[in-house]
């Protein structure tokens, strides 16, 4: 009876472990704004602990029936590909450019992780936490060299005039951004004017605000919308 409780026992603190960790790799995701928080991540991480503790010992009570065979691994392994489901909602696009990959990985990392705490392995899974916490700080934070070039959309309202778009494409030109492409038509309301769709690709160096303030010391574009 003593060993049964003390089992119970540390099935419960793995869980709760595997919980704070989730929580701990979701609160460095909550501060970057991005789509999955502190209760995903914490949701995420106790759920595949649970279900790890499931797979495991669930069935221990059905080891001894003839013509019964058990593979502990089979709901663990209906897990790692389950979670996709998580991870494939929060993947989205959004003016050409793929938002959400890095947090539907780390879900997907953050269910790893609390199946690791959820078999007994401690040691593995706290690192696994502290790892991915550290990665996901270290390199927003200190690695800018790793930086690449980003898109952007921009669009514009600009007045109907002759060269206008000639001129926008060369001053974006003069600072390094590369026009990928770009969609002009006559605005419906204001029949004087042109909306402009721009997808252009952005130095590493160059801030968005700077962006903003390039476009709009132009004497003819009437509005700005990233």
């Known amino acids: 009876m003593a ?19 989730g929580a701990l790799i979701g609160y460095e995701r909550k501060n970057r704004m991005k789509e999955a928080g502190i209760r995903t991540h914490f949701i995420v991480a106790l759920g ?6 499931v797979s495991k010992y669930g ?8 013509n019964v065979s058990l593979d502990p691994s089979r709901i663990a392994a209906q897990v790692v590909s389950g979670v996709g489901f998580l991870g494939a909602g929060m993947i989205f696009m959004q003016r050409q450019t793929v938002k959400g990959l890095t947090t539907a990985a780390g879900i997907w990392a953050t269910a ?5 705490i959820g078999a007994g392995l401690y040691s593995v899974g706290l690192a696994v936490a502290f790892i991915i916490v550290a990665a996901q700080t270290i390199l927003h934070v200190r690695f800018n060299w790793l930086s690449t070039p980003k898109t952007e959309q921009l669009i514009l309202q600009i007045i109907d005039k002759p060269g206008a ?5 060369k001053i974006l030109e003069e600072k390094n951004i590369e026009i990928l492409s770009f969609r002009a ?11 402009l769709e721009i ?28």
């Open 199 to 226: 997808v252009m690709k952005i130095p590493k160096s160059y801030q968005t605000a700077q962006l903003f303030s390039l476009i709009q010391d132009i004497p003819f574009v009437k509005s700005i919308e990233l």
């Open 185 to 195: 038509e006559k605005n419906k309301e204001y029949h004087s004017t042109i909306d």
């Open 59 to 66: 069935f221990q009570d059905q080891s001894g029936w003839h």
């Open 112 to 116: 790893g992780m609390g199946m690791a």
């Open 165 to 169: 778009m000639e001129h926008i494409q």
């Open 48 to 53: 595949a602990s649970l279900m790890m503790i």
């Open 3 to 21: 060993t049964h409780y003390l089992m119970q026992v540390d099935y419960f603190l793995r869980l709760i472990v595997a919980g704070i960790c």
